[in-house]
């Protein structure tokens, strides 16, 4: 089986194939990390309920949780206007970060410049 061409037609990939996917607590709205898929990855995640990324680094597919047992259970996915960008709402079990920290944006808050009203 393959993704749904009617989907695949609307994806707007980068030139590697990979769209960026930018993963939240479904009940939070909490933003958790942000991953890449590409048409395989999109559909197995479509599937099976359980977030699959490509792994840039590795050159390979993961399932969220596979092995830390943090897992992402999808409750819904959502292409952009553009179709550039996936949104996945998830129930995100433990750390979504390899960190270990509850999402990838923890640690690295950026001081902004305040601006006159």
């Known amino acids: 089986m393959s993704l749904d ?8 990939r980068t030139p590697d194939g990979l ?3 930018v993963v939240q607590q479904y009940d939070t709205g909490e ?3 942000l ?3 590409d048409d395989e990855a999109l559909h197995r995640t ?8 490509w792994s840039r680094s590795r050159s390979s597919y993961w399932v969220k949780g596979d092995t830390s ?3 992402q259970h999808v409750k819904s996915v959502a292409l952009d206007c553009d179709g550039d960008t996936l949104l996945l709402k998830v129930d995100q079990v433990g ?6 920290d ?3 944006f923890d640690a690295g808050e950026l001081t902004v410049a305040s601006r006159p009203s």
């Open 5 to 12: 061409p009617k989907v695949a037609s609307r994806l707007k």
């Open 19 to 21: 769209v960026p996917a």
């Open 31 to 33: 933003v958790l990390m």
């Open 35 to 37: 991953a890449w898929m």
């Open 46 to 53: 479509l599937t099976t309920g359980r977030a699959t990324y």
């Open 69 to 71: 047992g943090h897992v």
């Open 95 to 100: 750390a979504a970060c390899h960190t270990g």
């Open 102 to 104: 509850r999402t990838c």
